[in-house]
């Protein structure tokens, strides 16, 4: 596997702020324990967390052959083993007989449907060091935080473009976008919107479950690597640096009440075969532990952002990317596949008809830009640095119209509040 580099433009940075981004960087000894929770984090049941971090540090990839992969294929049910086979080289030359039993699964429990939804970013403050972010703390980008009528105007311009399922988005800081501040973001998308997500840092039960009363139902979370002595050396300072506080996130949400979770590794981190197994597991153990939750898995590969050229998926190819969407199929029938604006048209319009259940459109990753980017119009100097780029810039009214034609079933919203 190629080795990822990082480069983060520091020009503009302080005197001081050069010295102790360089510390972080280069001197281990002065960031804090990744494994150690900080003073106020929830910290619940480990069950989970031990089984699936056994689980990976057993995976080998590399003991597989062609006739573990036939086995798998042939099983009516898809065991962690055979989960295991369908992600290893060997099942590469099986591509194609993954899709048809990924398609086949997707039909029988999902139909032709493809949901769509748009995100929001409504604030781009940052208080982690994470070296491959655009928003990262150390990164010299515009920043911006909307108020409550720049948030509500954002609503307005996505919510009258057709779609009725948003998620909202921040940078991870709480002292720029606390708790409250996102709480009142969901009140208002609940006067817009039908689904209300988030994808913010993570936080305790007590705080999920104030979110799940101000109108959001379902909560999103990157482990972004599973693999916890690599994510020590990317995540080098910031609250996002307590690895095991991150991945416990969905279960401390569904303890707050929310009806759904989705789950994600940000490929190409570190080994993209240890990653996709143990995003598999994660949601394995949590489906079993909480049936009546909805669960979903997020699909992305690195992208480039501002200031860092030298980011890009040069290890998770589409080929490799598309084993790991089918292999996620097989094993988990139930889950949702999301698969992002950051992989191509053509790509997504090909997964759509295999494996993915949710896609999104009229995507933004900017803050306080989508009056510009929906029609065209200026309106407001105001406007913050995206997280990364996106690959796929269709229009609602576009992705709809490509979806439809492709013989599925757009689906704007299925879920009713009684």
């Known amino acids: 596997m190629a080795e990822n580099h990082f480069f983060i433009d520091s020009d503009k940075l302080s005197p001081a702020a050069l010295e102790r981004k360089h510390r972080l960087e280069t001197d281990p000894s002065v960031r804090t324990d990744h494994m150690k929770y900080a003073e106020g984090m929830d910290q619940i049941d480990p069950t989970i967390r031990n089984n699936v971090m056994a689980d990976m540090k057993a995976y080998d990839y590399t003991k597989y052959t062609a006739r573990d992969v036939i086995r798998a294929l042939n099983h009516d049910v898809c065991t962690p083993e055979d989960f295991g086979a369908l992600l290893s080289p060997a099942a590469e030359p099986f591509l194609e007989k993954m899709a048809q039993r990924a398609r086949m699964e997707t039909s029988k429990h999902f139909g032709n449907t493809l949901y769509i939804f748009t995100p929001l970013y409504i604030a781009n403050y940052c208080e982690n060091y994470c070296i491959y972010c655009g928003f990262n703390c150390y990164n010299d980008i515009k920043r911006l935080r909307l108020n409550h009528e720049q948030i509500e105007h954002e609503m307005k311009v996505i919510a009258d473009s057709g779609i009725e399922e948003i998620l909202i988005l921040t940078g991870e800081s709480r002292a720029a976008s606390d708790v409250h501040y996102i709480g009142e973001a969901c009140k208002l998308a609940r006067k817009y919107f039908r689904n209300v997500s988030l994808?913010?840092?993570?936080?305790?039960?007590?705080?999920?479950?104030?979110?799940?009363?101000?109108?959001?139902?379902?909560?999103?979370?990157?482990?972004?690597?599973?693999?916890?002595?690599?994510?020590?050396?990317?995540?080098?300072?910031?609250?996002?640096?307590?690895?095991?506080?991150?991945?416990?996130?969905?279960?401390?949400?569904?303890?707050?009440?929310?009806?759904?979770?989705?789950?994600?590794?940000?490929?190409?981190?570190?080994?993209?075969?240890?990653?996709?197994?143990?995003?598999?597991?994660?949601?394995?153990?949590?489906?079993?532990?909480?049936?009546?939750?909805?669960?979903?898995?997020?699909?992305?590969?690195?992208?480039?952002?501002?200031?860092?050229?030298?980011?890009?998926?040069?290890?998770?190819?589409?080929?490799?990317?598309?084993?790991?969407?089918?292999?996620?199929?097989?094993?988990?029938?139930?889950?949702?596949?999301?698969?992002?604006?950051?992989?191509?048209?053509?790509?997504?319009?090909?997964?759509?008809?295999?494996?993915?259940?949710?896609?999104?459109?009229?995507?933004?990753?900017?803050?306080?830009?989508?009056?510009?980017?929906?029609?065209?119009?200026?309106?407001?100097?105001?406007?913050?640095?995206?997280?990364?780029?996106?690959?796929?810039?269709?229009?609602?009214?576009?992705?709809?119209?490509?979806?439809?034609?492709?013989?599925?079933?757009?689906?704007?919203?299925?879920?009713?509040?009684?």
């Not at 080994?271 to 009546?292: C, E, I, L, S």
């Not at 997504?348 to 900017?366: D, L």
């Not at 780029?389 to 034609?405: K, L, N, P, T």
């Open 199 to 418: 994808e913010v840092y993570p936080v305790n039960v007590d705080e999920y479950k104030y979110l799940h009363e101000c109108g959001c139902d379902y909560v999103t979370v990157f482990q972004e690597t599973y693999d916890t002595d690599k994510y020590e050396t990317l995540h080098l300072m910031g609250h996002k640096r307590v690895w095991p506080y991150r991945f416990e996130a969905q279960e401390r949400a569904l303890m707050g009440g929310m009806r759904g979770v989705g789950f994600s590794a940000l490929l190409g981190l570190a080994d993209y075969h240890k990653d996709a197994f143990a995003t598999g597991m994660h949601v394995y153990y949590m489906q079993r532990k909480y049936p009546w939750a909805e669960m979903s898995i997020s699909c992305p590969r690195l992208r480039p952002i501002v200031n860092n050229e030298m980011i890009n998926p040069l290890d998770v190819h589409e080929k490799q990317l598309c084993q790991i969407i089918c292999a996620y199929r097989i094993f988990l029938p139930f889950a949702g596949i999301v698969v992002s604006s950051r992989e191509t048209a053509k790509f997504r319009n090909g997964i759509a008809k295999i494996a993915c259940t949710k896609v999104s459109a009229g995507v933004s990753t900017g803050i306080g830009d989508h009056e510009s980017k929906y029609t065209g119009k200026q309106t407001s100097e105001e406007e913050g640095d995206e997280q990364f780029e996106i690959a796929d810039s269709r229009s609602f009214d576009s992705m709809y119209g490509d979806m439809s034609g492709e013989g599925l079933q757009p689906v704007l919203n299925d879920y009713i509040y009684v």
